[in-house]
């Protein structure tokens, strides 16, 4: 739902004539502070920096909230934010303007004795908010992506600004991760505190809608990467909302909202354009390998014998591959001496061919490393005469690929009126023939027809709407309920005004095997 305000400010909002109130915070030297709360009634001081709590309880100040923030709201001219979702699963990202006055050059390097030295640094937090009276609603938390670009004529700083998902989605993960039987909130959520150092009370995530047999990200992937194959699989959509808080919506979170909190109409629209084909996807295809673990069993042996010097240390590596590359695995088993393995072992001999003597007592383990896909052993020889490693096996718990999915699904009217329209998934995150054609047809049903998008401009803006807002659109001959997709939030000398991306939409429960009751209201897709 949209943010949380108080009587007042709905009324404010409604009026024709408005007292705006704009605000921007900046911490140049990105210094934290360990003192920073939430806006107390009675405590903290309007105007100050304290933040305004989110609209639901996360149970923690977020990250970006801890730093020591300057105050420039007296020097705003204009300032500008854009939030979005994408419907057909991923992360995005909220993106901020910001134009300043610089007639004392508190903005040009090396001036001010507090920021000078560090406004040409980039990524800078920044916190935006705009309302009435004396009251505001935050709409953008993030970082400024570079120096601000400084104007010597009309001494303004214009700054531009990325919300954190950015810096997030850059993290590389510095090890292969894998994950068996687990929901793609529960994957972020662990991916989150391990590579972003975010505290489990920082985000708020919907529960996926199914387990994930095997899920597997290969070392110096990013985040990013990882968090939009994750919300591919299920069209959910990961984004961090005004407040700075990070989320994650499933595909069936807009069910919730089934109450309009806002009417548009002519009256308080200026403008209205209906998008063109561009945005209409009439074609899905999805394509996925599945993948699964396997019991333990013989994955790699040697392909000939090896030699070890007498007081030599040798390292074998080994990698693990089938018909589509590089195989993960969930375990490997350490070799043991032939004479006492269960699975994986190592033989030894003084010849070449094996006819000689074993020499076991001369050979031992070194050292013994597994990788997501391979592995690497060191062996000593202790003895006075060549050993060699004459035969080897490696038992491991692959996930191999149990099935290939392929789905296709087409609106034919739609193609007949707008050509054909494609879209394509990869994903071996979707794991049954069942779940694929569903994603097919949930797109189809959202982006098949065009009228049911419109954008809109609105001559008195709403700060505390939020994208996933369900309202009402009254044209004067007829009027609808839409989800509010893309919002921009701008104040300047036009005052408060937003351009709104609304969006209709059937959002169905389609049935899921394993999730969905029989005799329940989820339907099956056709």
């Given at each position: 739902?949209?943010?949380?305000?108080?009587?007042?400010?709905?009324?404010?909002?409604?009026?024709?004539?408005?007292?705006?109130?704009?605000?921007?915070?900046?911490?140049?030297?990105?210094?934290k502070?360990?003192?920073?709360?939430?806006?107390?009634?009675?405590?903290?001081?309007?105007?100050?920096?304290?933040?305004?709590?989110?609209?639901?309880?996360?149970?923690?100040?977020?990250?970006?909230?801890?730093?020591?923030?300057?105050?420039?709201?007296?020097?705003?001219?204009?300032?500008?934010?854009?939030?979005?979702?994408?419907?057909?699963?991923?992360?995005?990202?909220?993106?901020?303007?910001?134009?300043l006055?610089?007639?004392?050059?508190?903005?040009?390097?090396?001036?001010d004795p507090?920021?000078?030295?560090?406004?040409?640094?980039?990524?800078?937090?920044?916190?935006?908010?705009?309302?009435?009276?004396?009251?505001?609603?935050?709409?953008?938390?993030?970082?400024?992506?570079?120096?601000?670009?400084?104007?010597?004529?009309?001494?303004?700083?214009k700054?531009?600004?990325?919300?954190?998902?950015?810096?997030?989605?850059e993290?590389?993960?510095?090890?292969s991760?894998?994950?068996?039987n687990?929901?793609?909130?529960?994957?972020?959520?662990?991916?989150?505190?391990?590579?972003?150092?975010?505290?489990?009370?920082?985000?708020?995530?919907?529960?996926?809608?199914?387990?994930?047999?095997?899920?597997?990200?290969?070392?110096?992937s990013?985040?990013?990467?990882?968090i939009q194959q994750?919300?591919?699989?299920?069209?959910?959509?990961?984004?961090?909302?005004?407040?700075?808080?990070?989320?994650?919506?499933?595909?069936?979170h807009?069910?919730?909202?089934?109450t309009?909190?806002?009417?548009f109409?002519?009256?308080?629209?200026?403008?209205?354009?209906?998008?063109?084909?561009?945005?209409?996807?009439?074609?899905?295809?999805?394509?996925?390998?599945?993948r699964?673990?396997?019991?333990?069993?013989?994955?790699?042996?040697?392909?000939?014998?090896?030699?070890?010097?007498?007081?030599?240390?040798?390292?074998?590596?080994?990698?693990?591959k089938?018909?589509?590359?590089?195989?993960?695995?969930?375990?490997?088993?350490e070799?043991?001496?032939?004479?006492?393995?269960?699975t994986?072992?190592y033989?030894?001999?003084?010849?070449?061919?094996?006819?000689?003597?074993?020499?076991?007592?001369?050979?031992?383990?070194?050292?013994?490393?597994e990788?997501?896909t391979?592995?690497?052993?060191?062996?000593?020889?202790?003895?006075?005469?060549?050993?060699?490693?004459?035969?080897?096996?490696?038992?491991?718990?692959?996930?191999?690929?149990?099935?290939?999915?392929?789905?296709?699904?087409?609106?034919?009217?739609?193609?007949?009126?707008?050509?054909?329209?494609?879209?394509?998934?990869?994903?071996?995150?979707?794991?049954?023939?069942?779940?694929?054609?569903?994603?097919?047809?949930m797109?189809?049903?959202?982006?098949?027809?065009?009228?049911?998008?419109?954008?809109?401009?609105?001559?008195?803006?709403?700060?505390?709407?939020?994208?996933?807002d369900?309202?009402?659109?009254?044209?004067?001959?007829?009027?609808?309920?839409?989800?509010?997709?893309?919002?921009?939030?701008a104040?300047?000398?036009g005052?408060?005004?937003?351009?709104?991306t609304?969006?209709?939409?059937?959002?169905?429960?389609?049935?899921?095997?394993?999730?969905?009751?029989?005799?329940?209201?989820?339907?099956?897709?056709?």
């Open positions: 739902p949209m943010q949380t305000v108080s009587a007042e400010f709905t009324a404010r909002t409604n009026r024709r004539i408005r007292k705006l109130k704009a605000a921007a915070q900046i911490a140049f030297a990105k210094t502070s360990a003192t920073t709360r939430y806006f107390t009634v009675g405590v903290s001081t309007i105007g100050g920096t304290d933040p305004i709590g989110p609209p639901t309880n996360v149970g923690d100040i977020t990250e970006w909230d801890k730093y020591e923030y300057t105050d420039f709201s007296n020097r705003i001219l204009s300032m500008e934010a854009t939030h979005e979702q994408d419907i057909t699963g991923n992360f995005t990202m909220a993106i901020a303007d910001l134009e006055q610089n007639t004392d050059d508190k903005f040009t390097p090396d001036v507090t920021i000078g030295a560090f406004v040409q640094s980039p990524h800078r937090p920044m916190r935006l908010s705009a309302g009435f009276g004396l009251q505001t609603v935050p709409i953008f938390v993030g970082l400024t992506e570079k120096a601000p670009a400084l104007s010597e004529d009309k001494k303004t700083a700054f531009h600004a990325i919300d954190f998902i950015k810096s997030i989605s993290i590389k993960i510095t090890q991760e894998m994950y068996v687990q929901r793609i909130d529960q994957v972020i959520s662990d991916l989150l505190i391990t590579y972003a150092g975010l505290s489990v009370t920082q985000f708020v995530l919907d529960p996926g809608i199914r387990s994930v047999p095997f899920i597997y990200f290969k070392k110096d990013t985040l990013g990467k990882a994750l919300c591919q699989s299920e069209l959910a959509t990961f984004f961090e909302d005004e407040s700075g808080v990070l989320r994650l919506w499933n595909r069936q807009l069910l919730t909202n089934t309009p909190v806002w009417t109409n002519r009256d308080n629209c200026r403008e209205i354009q209906y998008p063109d084909a561009k945005n209409i996807i009439n074609t899905v295809e999805v394509i996925s390998n599945v699964k673990v396997q019991a333990n069993q013989k994955l790699w042996e040697s392909s000939g014998a090896t030699k070890i010097a007498p007081g030599q240390t040798l390292a074998i590596f080994g990698d693990f089938d018909d589509y590359g590089d195989l993960p695995v969930i375990s490997i088993d070799p043991d001496y032939l004479a006492s393995a269960t994986s072992y033989a030894t001999n003084l010849a070449q061919d094996g006819t000689g003597e074993p020499a076991s007592t001369d050979i031992s383990v070194a050292s013994w490393s990788f997501a391979g592995f690497k052993i060191e062996f000593t020889n202790s003895g006075a005469a060549d050993v060699y490693i004459t035969a080897m096996e490696i038992f491991a718990r692959p996930a191999k690929v149990i099935s290939e999915i392929y789905n296709f699904a087409q609106d034919a009217t739609s193609v007949g009126k707008y050509e054909e329209q494609p879209y394509t998934i990869e994903n071996d995150f979707i794991q049954s023939e069942s779940f694929a054609k569903t994603i097919s047809t797109l189809i049903a959202d982006r098949a027809n065009p009228s049911g998008v419109l954008e809109i401009e609105v001559t008195r803006g709403v700060p505390q709407l939020q994208c996933g369900l309202v009402t659109f009254d044209k004067g001959k007829n009027s609808g309920t839409y989800y509010m997709q893309k919002k921009t939030t104040v300047g000398k005052g408060l005004v937003q351009v709104l609304l969006v209709k939409r059937d959002i169905a429960s389609y049935f899921t095997v394993g999730i969905s009751t029989i005799g329940g209201t989820d339907v099956i897709a056709p």
